[in-house]
């Protein structure tokens, strides 16, 4: 008996078969038309075939797969493409998402979309073309095979450069000054190794923060995305390998990226890891043997110092300049400024100064390191263990 076993039907009039004799495959031919391919399935407790029509041209049904404000951007895309009917390129639409509070999600709903509720999704109803855009989760050989024209992906980056979750976040910390937007169709099993359909480049803005180039490839994207679909056969036709050659990972933010280890890091380095991580995650240091949130960057700042010249050279030291209300920090090549901090609570530069900058403050405290932000280091440990360590020129205490 027949076990799902399926033909395929592709434009050269080729047959894929699984098992099926020669007069199974030349009474199954006959069905094929010139403007649909066929898919046809053989249950193993029914004795007929089922024959699925797909696509071979627009309009396409679609399922998407996304969830964050990123994603969003392409959903509203489909689901006005889907709407537009002289236009022609998406017939049908359904999405399939994470959490309950992901953008997707409430847009879906909010929209009446058809919803399917990861990883239960409904393979008995059929698509023409998936498309997956900052999901996070790898999307299974079987439904990737369910897609006759594959599962579409819009990633924010150049592939092969910046694989991985978070590329706006890299292309902003490691000073890119150029990326773009990817269409590529998704293999099983890794992230962002298929081959591309379409790919453009966007040069990116001087002092651009990772929000604001996301919204930008956000819109980019989308409209490479509707540009794919109205002529995705040519562009599957035309699809080229990812070169071996500049490959890179760009993993997930997370709160140990931000530490600011003063001896090491430059002034304008600084400023890119605020840029890319800083509306999201707070800068921070240890002040006393305490962690404290740097805020309110204000980026590299010229300092000269007449009253206490030493400090310009100890990476860390601290000094109120009153005239901007700016907390000055000495770090690896320079000085960079910091408008507020958050110690117990958040506190202006001014009021930082005045509870523990401030001279009689400082007659009251025995500590030698009471003007210095110490530096503070995770090095993993074998067995994924931390060794957590404050760092003071360069040793740890």
């Not at 056969?233 to 003063?262: D, Y």
Request: with cysteine.
């Amino acid at each position: 008996m027949w076990n799902l076993n399926y033909l395929k039907f592709i434009d050269q009039g080729r047959l894929l078969s699984q098992g099926l004799c020669s007069n199974c495959i030349a009474r199954l031919r006959q069905c094929d038309g010139s403007h649909r391919r066929g898919l046809f399935l053989l249950s193993r407790n029914k004795s007929f075939v089922t024959q699925i029509q797909s696509a071979s041209k627009p309009p396409w049904r679609v399922l998407f797969f996304g969830s964050d404000g990123f994603a969003l951007e392409s959903l509203k895309r489909l689901h006005v493409s889907r709407d537009d009917t002289k236009a022609g390129v998406v017939g049908s639409l359904e999405v399939v998402t994470l959490s309950r509070d992901a953008p997707v999600r409430t847009y879906a709903e909010h929209h009446r979309l058809p919803l399917h509720h990861w990883p239960d999704v409904d393979l008995s109803k059929q698509f023409d073309v998936g498309v997956v855009v900052s999901f996070g989760c790898l999307i299974k050989e079987n439904i990737i095979n369910k897609m006759p024209n594959g599962i579409l992906n819009v990633h924010p980056s150049l592939l092969p450069r910046w694989r991985g979750p978070a590329p706006i976040f890299h292309a902003i910390l490691h000073g890119d000054s150029v990326t773009g937007v990817t269409i590529m169709q998704i293999r099983p099993k890794r992230f962002d190794v298929g081959p591309i359909l379409q790919q453009e480049l966007y040069e990116v803005p001087k002092n651009c923060t990772a929000d604001e180039l996301g919204a930008t490839l956000a819109v980019v994207g989308s409209e490479m995305l509707m540009d794919t679909l109205k002529h995705l056969p040519e562009r599957i036709a035309n699809r080229k390998e990812q070169p071996k050659e500049g490959a890179s990972f760009a993993p997930k933010i997370s709160s140990r990226m931000a530490w600011i280890i003063w001896e090491e890091h430059s002034c304008d380095y600084i400023d890119r890891l605020f840029r890319a991580i800083g509306s999201r995650i707070p800068l921070k240091t240890m002040w006393m043997g305490n962690p404290i949130k740097l805020l309110d960057f204000v980026g590299k700042c010229n300092v000269l110092f007449t009253a206490a010249p030493y400090l310009s050279s100890v990476p860390g030291s601290v000094h109120y300049q009153k005239e901007s209300n700016t907390l000055l920090v000495r770090c690896k090549d320079g000085w960079v400024g910091f408008k507020a901090v958050n110690f117990k609570k958040r506190l202006s530069a001014a009021d930082f100064f005045n509870g523990y900058l401030h001279q009689s403050v400082l007659k009251k405290s025995p500590s030698t390191n009471t003007c210095l932000f110490q530096s503070y280091k995770e090095t993993p440990f074998p067995g994924g263990h931390n060794n957590n360590m404050l760092l003071r020129n360069n040793t740890p205490f």
